[in-house]
């Protein structure tokens, strides 16, 4: 589990050259393109990060213990690395470019916008969403024509409509923080991605999803 030739990887063909993903586990990527590599909410439990090569580019989807995990980050940013991150990260990481629901930004050499990711039926036990509204990111991730998004944790929320011409989704699938096997497949629906890779699904069973999506043959969904 720490050494990178140990985890599952895909390689997606884009107009720039090739992306590769590394599936680290949880809701952590590593994703490789044009030699720069970019992590996803890196995590400690999942990998060893002073195994893994050191980050041009990290991207935090919110403040969460298991994906601002500051020992994951202290292993892979080094001094010339870029962070995005969310208003509630900065109090814990110094240094970053904060991005809020809506943003644009170009950052090392790649379009990102971030978008919302939110509860709204899974609560705590004080009636709080899990993921309040306005607080977290998702991201989409342009690299050359292939437009990459990462769900962050989320529900398939109304403003997944508004998403278009994503090839690729990231989407979490673990109850309760995030969707049920019918809600990712009802996001999936929304916005048609032409990859499908269910992440940060835990124990669910992947199987359900499979079989919710099978009539949908535009729709490849991946399980890493």
Known sequence: MTTQE???KDIIPTSAGNL???FLGHGSLLLNFKEKNIYVDPYSEVADYSK???ADLILITHEHFDHLDTQALAHVRKEQTTVVLTKPCTSQVAGGIVMGNGDTKTVESLRIEAVPAYNIIHKREDGQPFHPQGVGNGYVVTFGDKRVYIAGDTENIPEMNDLEDI???FLPMNLPYTMTPQMVANAARSFRPRILYPYHYGSTDTSQ?????KDEKDID????
């Open 6 to 8: 140990s985890f599952k």
């Open 20 to 22: 590769e993903i590394t």
């Open 52 to 54: 893994l090569p050191e």
């Open 167 to 169: 090839h690729i989704a």
């Open 209 to 213: 999803l499979e079989e919710l999506l």
């Open 221 to 224: 969904v991946r399980i890493r």
